[in-house]
């Protein structure tokens, strides 16, 4: 008969429990550590990767086809004005899908002819073609935009933040306003452009009611463009000397959506940051776990002396306390996932964001902590192997 | 003639030092299936070193010794374990229960790795528990088990798997004089029963009540009664 030392798989998983059951308190303990780490790790990843898709989103639905084309970049010029025949000159760029131009008129506008005339509120009066919302993507909070019309009326659009300054957000179609000696009816009432913000802040008219009233001689000061967007490249490319063939070198081309692509890999920059934290706390963790076993193995040597004295092989003993601090870091693990997602889930939540959490932050979290469980288990895994079992057991 | 069991031939230990400590020097002992022998000695006497020779828990430095039939001196520590596993039960001064578990999960432990299901080793720990009398202490955990209970606990561990000899180191070191007592009755009773046993004590009254006395003194045996 051959004698042979076996444990069975379910069992080595018992023993490895042994310790995590004989002191609860401290294995929860240890394990916190490595559900720091997962869970911030998890959460960066959640929430970068959350408000990223809210950015794509925004993107996507603003279009990244929209150019605005301005006056300016030589210096000791000034002017800020484009010329008069650059929209005309533009639409006719043959990937260009609408044009729409903006000036402006020296005026400021009051809620009542009552307002003394220095309380302007920053608002500033615009003129913008009718194409100007299509262009733009916008949508209109209230009323209509703008219409060409062979009779300039006194009427004005309004953006938003300049409808809030201006007390008339609860449009009943009945509001007038001041500018510049006049009263002028509000047709309607826009929405914010994500694309233009500077727009939010004004009040717009038709240029034909601008050139009656103040004289307006159809000068952009910039003119927003839709093109196709295979096309852009070379768009971008003609725009300055077809906008201004004398000057080109004045004549600024810029792509508002530019600005949420940067923000989007600005974000990447810190989720790798944040995520180097995460890790430094996850390494914390597991040097906890490490520290915990040794002073385990340090403890229960009169159990591993009795555990030699029953059979156990040292892969045995080894076997156990790699089991242990494996159990340890995966309880850890998984606590930290589901924190980790909670947490992004919640503050996506206030965020208005689609919580998405990415299968990589999921399994990544669980893999790094089983790999730091293995290597925190270790050594303490080897010293408890390597006690002779008379020595463990006199000590005890 | 009767089997031997466990036997060792010029059993040297030493251990390092200037000048060495010689633990053992030259025991030759036989023990025989079905005795119960008491090994005393004051402290330092070597009897300790000599029980965890015989358990195979430690190696000698000259000598052999054979456990089951098996020269053990030169297998490999893991088939040391295999021995230990297969045909050695241990009792110890200190009990060694696992805290938080039940007395018959602890006696069950005593056949863990034997690769013996646990289901089985269950029933086989409710058998040991009855030949103990703690049957209906079972599902008790140990702390909530007397000292004298915890060491009779520890006895079922040590002959739950019928192991060819029993090695207790002072079992009843850590015993009142009525758990003392109880404990060594229950030795009695189970060599009484077949079991062949070896207990290590100072204690010579509890040695009395064995029917071999070996007594050692300076690493060597210096007297071996049987009684009468």
Do not use: C
């Amino acid at each position: 008969m051959s004698d042979r030392s076996a444990l069975r798989p379910s069992d080595a998983m018992r023993v490895s429990l042994v310790g995590i059951k004989t002191r609860t308190t401290r294995a929860i303990l240890s394990a916190l550590g490595i559900t720091i780490g997962i869970a911030s790790m998890v959460a960066v990843l959640g929430l970068s990767e959350s408000s990223k898709s809210d950015l794509i989103a925004s993107l996507d639905r603003l279009g990244t086809n929209l150019l605005v084309v301005e006056a300016g970049g030589g210096i000791g010029f000034g002017s800020g004005t484009l010329l008069e025949t650059a929209e005309d000159m533009v639409s006719r760029i043959g990937p260009v899908e609408s044009v729409a131009a903006v000036g402006s008129v020296e005026a400021n506008v009051y809620r009542t002819d009552l307002v003394p005339s220095t309380r302007s509120g920053g608002l500033s009066v615009k003129v913008a073609s009718p194409t100007l919302l299509d262009t733009l993507g916008g949508s209109m909070a209230e009323g209509r935009f703008l219409i060409d019309s062979p009779d300039p009326l006194p009427v004005v659009v309004v953006g938003s933040v300049a409808a809030d300054r201006l007390g008339i957000a609860d449009f009943d179609g009945s509001a007038m306003l001041w500018v510049e000696d006049q009263w002028f009816g509000v047709i309607g009432i826009m929405d914010s452009l994500e694309l233009a913000g500077n727009l939010d802040r004004s009040v717009l008219m038709t240029e034909a009611t601008a050139a009656t009233i103040f004289d307006y001689e159809g000068i952009p000061e910039s003119l927003y463009i839709r093109s196709q967007p295979e096309f852009i490249d070379s768009v971008i490319e003609v725009l300055p000397a077809t906008a201004d063939p004398e000057n080109p070198d004045q004549v600024q081309v810029a792509r508002p959506t530019d600005a949420l692509e940067a923000r989007a890999a600005a974000e990447g920059a810190f989720t790798a940051l944040f995520l180097g934290l995460g890790l430094v706390a996850l390494v914390v963790g597991g040097v906890g776990v490490a520290n915990v076993m040794v002073i385990s193995v340090l403890e229960r040597r009169g159990e591993i002396g009795l555990r030699r004295a029953l059979g156990a092989t040292r892969r045995h003993v080894a076997v156990q306390f790699l089991g242990e601090a494996l159990i340890l870091a995966t309880i850890g693990g998984v606590a930290g996932v589901a924190l980790g997602a909670g947490v992004t889930a919640a503050y996506s939540a206030t965020r208005g964001w689609t919580t998405l959490v990415p299968a990589i932050a999921i399994w990544g979290g669980l893999g790094a902590s089983l790999l730091i469980g293995a290597i925190a288990g270790l050594y303490p895994a080897r010293r408890a192997a390597r006690l002779a079992p008379t020595e463990a057991l006199r000590s005890a | 003639m009767t089997d031997v069991v466990l036997s060792t031939e010029g059993l040297e230990k030493s251990y390092p030092g200037t000048p060495p400590v010689r633990a053992l020097r030259g025991v030759d002992l036989l023990i025989e299936a079905g005795e119960a022998v008491a090994i005393v000695g004051p402290s330092g006497s070597g009897k300790s070193t000599l029980l965890h020779m015989m358990g195979t828990l430690d190696r000698p430095s000259a000598g052999s010794i054979s456990v089951a039939g098996r020269q053990v001196q030169d297998l490999t520590d893991s088939e040391l374990s295999a021995v230990r596993a297969n045909h050695i039960g241990f009792v110890f001064q200190q009990f060694h229960l696992l805290p938080g578990y039940s007395a018959r999960d602890n006696v069950a432990d005593g056949v863990l790795y034997r690769g013996i299901e646990l289901e089985e080793r269950r029933e086989m720990a409710d058998r040991a528990l009855e030949l103990v009398h703690l049957q209906d202490r079972a599902g008790h955990v140990a702390e909530k088990l007397s000292g004298g209970e915890r060491q009779r606990v520890a006895v079922a561990r040590a002959i739950v798997g019928r192991p060819d000899i029993i090695l207790a180191d002072e079992p009843t070191g850590n015993l009142d004089s009525k758990s003392s007592a109880a404990v060594v009755d229950l030795l009695r009773d189970l060599n009484d029963g077949g079991m062949t046993l070896v207990i290590i004590t100072h204690d010579l009254e509890v040695a009395g009540e064995f029917p071999r006395m070996v007594e050692l003194r300076d690493g060597e045996i210096i007297s071996d009664r049987r009684a009468a």
